[in-house]
């Protein structure tokens, strides 16, 4: 079993930054990719940025230039840099972990908050 546990959330005003980190701990033995996924009031969880353990990231396309995903393999974290942030990206953020393709696991998810 894995577990993962998220940290940085919390309120901040529009234009400033805050960061997200999350930590995975028990029977990993490899690790496929990471995912940083956010859910708003009334939407559809949505893919926020991904990482594979190449180094290949991806960015949905309202944080591209402003967010910036980062882990570290030997430690087993993921890091979500949030810059420029607006009020829309107010949303719970949850942490997702992929030690191969047919495995996922789920952080318990962090608020966010952005002030106007």
């Known amino acids: 079993q894995v577990q993962l546990v998220e940290s940085g959330g919390g309120l901040v005003q529009a234009g400033g930054s805050l960061r997200l980190s999350c930590a995975a701990s028990?029977?990993?033995?490899?690790?496929?990719?990471w995912g940083w996924y956010r859910q708003a009031p009334g939407k559809q969880r949505e893919l926020v940025a991904s990482?594979?353990?190449?180094?290949?990231?991806a960015y949905a396309d309202s944080v591209k230039g402003r967010f910036t995903i980062s882990r570290d393999n030997g430690k087993i974290t993921v890091d979500l840099q949030m810059e420029s942030l607006k009020p829309e990206d107010t949303a719970v953020y949850y942490c997702?972990?992929?030690?191969?393709?047919?495995?996922?696991?789920w952080g318990q998810g962090t608020q966010v908050t952005v002030s106007s």
């Open positions: 997702n972990f992929q030690p191969d393709i047919s495995l996922t696991y």
């Open positions: 028990g029977s990993i033995f490899s690790i496929y990719a």
């Open positions: 990482i594979r353990s190449s180094g290949t990231t």
